[in-house]
């Protein structure tokens, strides 16, 4: 809590530093508003003058500012009053690869910087991506075009910032990144507020990505993305991402609502996830992985809603490196209220989730490790979810005498519906210790073949006041199997 409470204290010191700090207009520095003029160099030389000259913030107001990629420095604040919009511009050749990517606005190893206010930052990013392949096409850029589309490192990010400390991104709107929208990797104190997030023109358009950070809030905020929506990742074995704090948003995305995992070399501690609306989504309100070998550990999660959404809860160790096995523990969720759709959650979209995946049976929520690297500790508490049922039985049955064939996968890519076929309706958990079931009601709209809980080497599972309801049902509620210690109280 006092990590918390730092974390939003940081917040209202830097809107407060902001207020103070000195005023640059853009067109001080020959900045032009029409759209049209490139402004790279002009706005470059906005933000080194601010920087030289002890700081302050570069205010955009009404009008479409074209820039290329663009550096943001130490004591500089990017403030786009209402109606001011930067545009990406729609030439790849205007973008700087740095760092292993390509982004629109850029930092590295900068302090006390933000982009604040009511104005907007447009990637353009479908139309550059759509002009990339042309140029691929023509053999002027290489690139492999995998899975038809150019490496998500070539096509521009909105922002991308990296090794930086006292980050504030607050009010604005990011919308048509070529990739993922923005990424703060190993920063440090960052502080996401009251923005929106529109992310769904291309491929790879995650709304945020936290990657191997400390100390960040994420809150109060919208998003809508093709790709996960809120996505924190460790990339190197000698960070964690830690401390993180996602509070009070709103999403919707073709993938996942709010996941980490992949990648997760170094891991994840101490995550709170508070009062969060997840909804018209293809794949899991929240996954949480340890697949390349790091850990997940210290990780709440209160008060979530999951509606219209492919599935509510999916935990996972797997190993997608021969001896990288990951480790998990000490996860709490409590307070969830989710509706699982019988129908595709994210028809529609620009960019859906995958068809390969489908048809299948809707799958339950699962927490599956491994047999040599065990998830301990889990506690759900006052759950609440509702699943359509009506498995079909032609799709792949897998009976209660037939667990062995569900595969392990442990290097597969860890989605909720990897396993195709899973036995159960409304929770699976495999290859776990120590899980608590306390006050959970799953509801079953039709009758379903499978079984409501699946215990399969899952020792010292307590379950207490469970509450299964099902048209017809005439089976018990929990099958287990190799899990000693069970214990079921009503």
Known sequence: MKKLISILLLGLLMSSAIVEAKDYNASLFGIKSNGTTLNTNSIQKGIDFINENGGGRLVFYVGRYLTGTIHLKSNVTIQLEEGAIIVGSTNPFDYEFK?????LIFAHDQKNIAITGKGVIDGQGFTVATNLVDLIHKGVVKDPLKYDRPWEGRRPMNIYFRGCSKVLISGITLKDPGSWNQTYDQCKNVTIDRITVDSKSYWNNDGIDIVDCDSVSVANSY???????????????????QNVYIHNNTIRTSANGIKFG???????RNIKIIQNLVFDTFRSAITFAAVDGGIVENVIVDSLRSINTGNPIYLRIGERRA?????????????VYAEVPATKPDAGYNYEGPVEDMPRNISPSSIVGMPDAIIQNVTLKNIEIHYPGGGKTEFAKVGLDELDKVPEMAASYPEFSQFKELPAWGFYVRHAKGVTFENVSIFCGRSDYRTAIVLDDAPETRIISLKVTEPGRKKEPVFSRNSPGLVIEK
């Open 262 to 268: 992949t990648a997760s070399n170094g891991g994840f």
């Open 99 to 103: 760092s292993n990517w390509t982004a």
């Open 223 to 241: 998003f809508d993305a093709a790709d996960d929506g809120i996505c924190l990742k460790s990339h190197s074995a000698d960070f964690i991402c």
């Open 323 to 335: 001896g990288k096995k990951g480790k998990m523990s000490n996860i709490s969720i409590s307070n």
